[in-house]
């Protein structure tokens, strides 16, 4: 398992619990944004700055990504993309994208762009919280354990 990450929107505070977590059970973790990022040296994590445009670190990512990795994103499209290659996609907030919900959060993504582009004020995302950092790191140590555990 590789774990890919789209660092442009990902928090501060999940790019540590992923250092973290690349270094418990050595995975690699790829950061990739279209801005230089910082990193702690590491064998396991490295950062990737690809070129600037729309989606370009997107691209990246379902290009380099295999099934069975794991992509940390906010971003509905992608994880669609990434969960149809067979890779499994999880969000900052800890929730999982499958072939079961993608549909239908793509469906609302669209919905509520529609709204937004006919003026409607749809809000935006509740501010991140200490439960979504929690219900983030519970779920990538579920989702590492199920690895570790397939390998032995």
Not at 63 to 68: D, E, K
């Amino acid at each position: 398992m590789h774990i890919w990450v789209d660092a442009d929107a990902t928090p501060n505070t999940i790019k540590q619990i992923l250092f973290r977590a690349a270094e418990r059970v050595q995975v690699p973790v790829t950061l990739v944004a279209n801005c230089p990022l910082a990193v702690p040296p590491s064998r396991w994590i490295r950062a990737v700055q690809v070129a600037s445009g729309f989606d370009v670190a997107d691209a990246h990512i379902v290009q380099a990504a295999a099934p069975g990795d794991l992509v940390v994103t906010a971003d509905i499209p992608l994880a669609a993309e990434v969960v149809a290659k067979g890779c499994v996609a999880l969000n900052p907030r800890g929730e999982r994208y499958t072939e079961e919900n993608i549909r239908q959060r793509l469906n609302m993504r669209d919905f509520l762009d529609t709204l937004r582009g006919s003026g409607v004020d749809t809000g935006g995302p509740p501010a991140f919280s200490a439960a979504d950092r929690q219900a983030f790191a519970n779920q990538l140590d579920r989702l590492l354990v199920k690895v570790h555990a397939s390998k032995s």
